[in-house]
């Protein structure tokens, strides 16, 4: 163990370890309260670029030498490459305001391009923490920085990942293009329609909510950088501002921008608030769809059987034979936890203080879980259902045609007086409402599924 000191004193630190005291001391005050930073890869490679950035801004406006900010973007694309991640050891959620994440990053960049430059381990006589890889910046700038590019580049696996669901949706569309089933309102009997109807309306408002969530994380390629502690900039480099935005940009390869007003942008959290309620809703969206999966795949014999969820594991420990559709229960369940990570960000949106908000670090963790969780959540609903998802055409028309939606089909020609006294008499007979039709001479055997067919094209 090495030892290093602060204002506060001295701490033990493993001889390896490229973090130093602040780190250990963030690590050690909040380590009981969620996952390391390490566990949030995007986040860490994403943080290490925009340090790379701001070293070769720094660079470019004359406040720090060639060899320095070389041997800085060589510590950052190591991190980036994935290496040193374990050194990141302070908690996502951590209390600090930021401060404790920003330092870890500070002490192992620092650590990292010292040893390039032939330095010893917690030295920081060639490159240090502050004066060097934190220079220009503050972390009221950096963080919410990191966290917004951060959703940017989260958010393109979530995007790929729900676009081939819809367009898994899009397929049972095509397959089921013409299989009859009955519209429900309510719960009761509406009118006939089809699966390929019913599978694009879900494809589509798939689709709308990918596109919202596209719209809300391009908000947040404008980012703070330069703002420093409070939005005047004070403690930059002359100069600095005007080569960050463009070293930014050239790191992630998408357009990044500076603000046009640097107090709005670090006082406001409404960007993380807006993207986290797309993800919401597009948690929703599917939480519904599955939801309706769960009531047309009921029961088999004694529940509607519409649809024939793939089996994926036994459903019960006592009744034999029992299957339950766990995957849209999995997909409705992760549309519950997405209300309590937004409901988290909206919260910690609105009780920001004064210049800055010091609950970042709590919405970057309800975040970056709620990222993860929709992406996996979106996979694993078009693999393990979607896509073996089968269509019991049979039960589908017989459950469409003993239902009182055939009461539709007549309505235009018969009216609806005439069509709700065929209704009752069908009723008081125990006969299927189109049994009814066909003994009053309404409808032939035949023609009943060509005036279905016809009636679920509605007006078209």
Same mark, same amino acid.
């Given at each position: 163990m090495r030892k290093d000191k602060?204002?506060?004193?001295?701490?033990?630190?493993?001889?390896?370890?490229?973090?130093?005291?602040?780190?250990?001391?963030?690590?050690e005050n909040f380590r009981l309260i969620g996952r390391p930073l390490s566990a949030y890869p995007d986040f860490v490679v994403t943080t290490a670029r925009v340090k790379k950035a701001a070293a070769i801004a720094n660079n470019r406006a004359g406040g720090m030498t060639e060899e320095v900010a070389r041997?800085?973007?060589?510590?950052?694309?190591?991190?980036?490459?994935?290496?040193?991640?374990?050194?990141?050891?302070?908690?996502?959620?951590?209390?600090?305001?930021?401060?404790?994440?920003?330092?870890?990053?500070?002490?192992?960049?620092?650590?990292?391009?010292?040893?390039?430059?032939?330095?010893?381990?917690?030295?920081?006589?060639?490159v240090h923490p502050n004066d060097h890889v934190n220079m220009s910046q503050s972390t009221n700038d950096v963080l919410p920085t990191a966290i917004k590019l951060t959703c940017v580049v989260a958010a393109e696996p979530l995007i790929a990942s729900a676009s081939d669901l819809a367009r898994a949706f899009r397929d049972k569309a095509e397959t089921y293009r013409n299989a009859l089933r009955l519209g429900r309102t309510c719960m009761q009997a509406a009118q006939p329609m089809t699966y390929g109807q019913l599978f694009d309306g879900y494809a589509s408002g798939i689709e709308r909510a990918i596109a919202n969530v596209q719209k809300a994380r391009d908000g947040l390629r404008t980012v703070p950088m330069g703002g420093t502690a409070i939005g005047t900039g004070l403690g930059a480099v002359p100069g600095y501002r005007d080569h960050i935005g463009p070293a930014l940009s050239e790191e992630f390869?998408?357009?990044?921008?500076?603000?046009?007003?640097?107090?709005?942008?670090?006082?406001?959290?409404?960007?993380?608030?807006?993207?986290?309620?797309?993800?919401?809703? !597009?948690?929703?969206?599917?939480?519904? &769809?599955?939801?309706?999966?769960? %009531?047309? /795949?009921?029961?088999?014999?004694?529940?509607?059987?519409?649809?024939?969820?793939?089996?994926?594991?036994?459903?019960?420990?006592?009744?034999?034979?029992?299957?339950?559709?766990?995957?849209?229960m999995m997909v409705q369940q992760n549309a519950f936890i997405m209300h309590g990570y937004d409901a988290t960000v909206s919260v910690a949106a609105l009780h920001g203080q004064m210049e800055i908000n010091h609950f970042e670090p709590v919405i970057a963790h309800a975040l970056f879980n709620a990222l993860e !969780?929709?992406?996996?959540?979106?996979? &694993?609903?078009?693999?393990?259902? %979607?896509? /073996?998802?089968?269509?019991?055409?049979?039960?589908?028309?017989?459950?469409l045609v003993r239902s009182h939606a055939m009461s539709s089909v007549f309505l235009r020609d018969l009216g609806y007086e005439r069509v709700t006294a065929l209704v009752k008499d069908a009723a008081a007979k125990g006969i299927p409402l189109a049994e009814n039709a066909v003994a009053h001479g309404l409808l032939t055997e035949a023609g009943i599924r060509a005036s279905l067919e016809q009636a679920a094209q509605g007006a078209t």
């Amino acid at each position: 163990m090495r030892k290093d000191k602060d204002s506060l004193g001295e701490v033990s630190i493993p001889d390896e370890a490229l973090y130093s005291s602040g780190t250990v001391r963030g690590a050690e005050n909040f380590r009981l309260i969620g996952r390391p930073l390490s566990a949030y890869p995007d986040f860490v490679v994403t943080t290490a670029r925009v340090k790379k950035a701001a070293a070769i801004a720094n660079n470019r406006a004359g406040g720090m030498t060639e060899e320095v900010a070389r041997a800085i973007a060589q510590a950052c694309d190591e991190i980036a490459s994935g290496q040193h991640h374990a050194n990141f050891i302070v908690a996502m959620a951590e209390g600090s305001g930021g401060t404790s994440t920003n330092m870890n990053f500070n002490e192992v960049i620092a650590n990292r391009a010292g040893q390039i430059l032939g330095d010893e381990l917690g030295a920081f006589r060639k490159v240090h923490p502050n004066d060097h890889v934190n220079m220009s910046q503050s972390t009221n700038d950096v963080l919410p920085t990191a966290i917004k590019l951060t959703c940017v580049v989260a958010a393109e696996p979530l995007i790929a990942s729900a676009s081939d669901l819809a367009r898994a949706f899009r397929d049972k569309a095509e397959t089921y293009r013409n299989a009859l089933r009955l519209g429900r309102t309510c719960m009761q009997a509406a009118q006939p329609m089809t699966y390929g109807q019913l599978f694009d309306g879900y494809a589509s408002g798939i689709e709308r909510a990918i596109a919202n969530v596209q719209k809300a994380r391009d908000g947040l390629r404008t980012v703070p950088m330069g703002g420093t502690a409070i939005g005047t900039g004070l403690g930059a480099v002359p100069g600095y501002r005007d080569h960050i935005g463009p070293a930014l940009s050239e790191e992630f390869g998408f357009d990044v921008s500076l603000p046009a007003d640097y107090f709005d942008a670090m006082q406001s959290a409404d960007a993380f608030a807006r993207f986290s309620a797309e993800l919401k809703i !597009l948690s929703e969206t599917l939480g519904k &769809i599955a939801a309706d999966l769960v %009531i047309l /795949g009921s029961g088999g014999n004694s529940g509607l059987g519409e649809i024939i969820l793939p089996s994926v594991q036994p459903g019960s420990s006592i009744m034999a034979g029992k299957v339950n559709p766990v995957i849209c229960m999995m997909v409705q369940q992760n549309a519950f936890i997405m209300h309590g990570y937004d409901a988290t960000v909206s919260v910690a949106a609105l009780h920001g203080q004064m210049e800055i908000n010091h609950f970042e670090p709590v919405i970057a963790h309800a975040l970056f879980n709620a990222l993860e !969780l929709l992406t996996n959540g979106c996979q &694993i609903f078009r693999e393990k259902c %979607i896509e /073996g998802l089968a269509i019991d055409e049979d039960r589908s028309y017989d459950n469409l045609v003993r239902s009182h939606a055939m009461s539709s089909v007549f309505l235009r020609d018969l009216g609806y007086e005439r069509v709700t006294a065929l209704v009752k008499d069908a009723a008081a007979k125990g006969i299927p409402l189109a049994e009814n039709a066909v003994a009053h001479g309404l409808l032939t055997e035949a023609g009943i599924r060509a005036s279905l067919e016809q009636a679920a094209q509605g007006a078209t």
